[in-house]
């Protein structure tokens, strides 16, 4: 069974830094895409960048580009999203995806249960 | 980047009812269009995938269709569980960006 498991709910004040993590199961890690999508309160998703763990290999959202670093350990089948230094505006609920395919088309179809970062003084 | 509308951004309807949303896109995506159920505290569910496939698991009573940049989910004879929030995303080109949801309650 696919599942992808993230990290809990993390605290933080403004200007720490912040790294969760993103465990992948029931599948070969190192060859498919994980992706990162935003929710922030009250708000839809936003797609932020994703990642192919084989050989790290990143694109991101010019939104999210210098604001967060996407990365991959394929040896212990996990992703990860980090900021160095965190602002109240990046409170809000992370969701990792696997990217599925089928032929030409691509889809997030295995879905993390999200990680909730709440920053405040 | 391409941007997504949907609408309505929100939906009353009752069980046994039959919905229809609609998802455009700010240029011809093919029919490179996902869409998504989000329900509050559970992860996000892929419900169609090339604007018209049904995921594996998804009760047929889901339907998509469109191409270019007019798309639409159906979902016939709604159920309890079926209230919950819909997105749209394009996976044409990067950013692949997502629609701004359609809330679906009763």
């Known amino acids: 069974e696919v599942q992808l498991v993230q990290s809990g709910a993390e605290v933080k004040k403004p200007g720490e830094s912040l790294k969760i993590s993103c465990k992948g199961s029931g599948y070969r890690f190192a060859t498919y895409w994980i992706g990162w999508v935003r929710q922030m309160p009250g708000k839809g998703l936003e797609w932020m960048g994703i990642?192919?763990?084989?050989?790290?290999?990143?694109r991101y959202s010019p939104s999210f580009q210098g604001q967060v670093t996407i990365s991959a350990d394929k040896s212990i089948s996990t992703a990860f999203l980090q900021w160095s230094s965190l602002k109240a505006s990046d409170t809000a609920m992370y969701y990792c995806?696997?990217?599925?395919?089928?032929?030409?088309?691509?889809?997030?179809?295995?879905w993390g249960q999200g990680s909730l970062v709440t920053v405040s003084s | 980047d391409i941007q997504m509308t949907q609408s309505p951004s929100s939906l009353s309807a009752s069980v046994g009812d039959r919905v229809t949303i609609t998802c455009r896109a700010s240029q011809s995506i093919s029919t490179f269009l996902n869409w998504y159920q989000l329900k509050a505290g559970k992860a996000p569910k892929l419900l169609i995938y090339a604007a018209s496939s049904l995921q594996s698991g998804v009760p047929s009573r889901f339907s998509g269709s469109g191409s270019g940049t007019d798309f639409t989910l159906t979902i016939r004879s709604l159920q309890p569980e079926d209230f919950a929030t819909y997105y749209c995303q394009q996976s044409y080109s990067t950013p692949r960006t997502f629609g701004p949801g359609t809330k679906l309650d009763i």
């Open positions: 995806a696997r990217r599925g395919f089928d032929s030409k088309w691509y889809y997030f179809d295995y």
């Open positions: 990642i192919y763990p084989g050989d790290s290999d990143t």
